[in-house]
């Protein structure tokens, strides 16, 4: 079982508002290759950062929709992990607690989590990318499928490298990073931004950053706290932490 330092454990429980940035890593338990694995199959030529672009998608529509409808069978076989419940039960714990993922692989809110920052989208839904309009893809067997509207091809929900974060999510999402006492960045290598920034932006606000990662990213130099784990055990572990030191609070008290 992995010790969580006590302290955290203590800051945990008195905390008013948690902010949590998952990445990939959270999923990788749940079978759902991160950014960073190297692609299998089909896939193994390409590099995520080269499909995930509007320039890719202009290029080579098929192309990009065949991989994400290959992503979208990954996930549809995915459960979410107790990573991500654990997060749900979190929440249930402390007075806030907002919940930001890079993931687009809607894990979270199938694990039970609610009013979820989807930063970068979510690829279980499709878009007209001439109107941007959420669209269901019509029946046929075109690839990708066309707008029933207009006509253009349909792309997947989800922000692509040189596409702007959609604002709503950016502006909740800073606003927590600021505001938040404790902001736990879980299972990302924290090199993309600007979701990367959100972990520097609760730090320069005097956030306790604990970082939840098996290796070493970035921003471990300012983390209060690197549990050094995967975070389908790390953040059990992080929970029954808490639930302990509030044992200890009460037992002390009633002494
Ligand atoms: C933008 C959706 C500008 C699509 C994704 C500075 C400021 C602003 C932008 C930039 C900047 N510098 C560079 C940029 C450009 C770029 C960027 O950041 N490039 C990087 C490569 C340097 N950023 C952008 O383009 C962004 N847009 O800036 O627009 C703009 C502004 C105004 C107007 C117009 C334009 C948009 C970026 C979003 C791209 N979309 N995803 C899709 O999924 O297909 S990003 C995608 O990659 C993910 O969503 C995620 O964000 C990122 C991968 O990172 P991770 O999730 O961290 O995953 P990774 O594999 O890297 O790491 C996994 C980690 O988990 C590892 O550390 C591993 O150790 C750990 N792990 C493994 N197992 C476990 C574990 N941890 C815990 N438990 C385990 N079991």
Redo the contacts with the bound molecule.
Sequence with gaps: MHVVPQDLAGRLRRARHVAVLT????S??SGVP????AQTGLWAKYR??EL?TPEAFAREPKLVWQW?AW?REIVARAEPNA?HRAIVALAARVPRLTLIT???DGLHQRAGSTDVIEF??N?ARSTCSREGIVTEPPDGDEVPPRCPRCGAYLR?D????????PPPAMTRAFDAAQSCDIFLS????????????LAEAAHAAGACVVE????R?PHSHFAAHLLAG???E?LPALLAAVADAARTAISERDA
């Design positions: 990445g990939s890593g959270i990788a338990e991160t950014f960073r694995d995520p950062e995930a994400y992503r990573g890079q993931n687009v970068h989208g690829l997947p989800v922000v692509w490298f040189g596409e702007m974060i879980v299972g990302t290598s924290s090199l993309v931004y600007p979701a990367a920034a939840i990662n098996p290796e990213t995967p975070a389908g790390m």
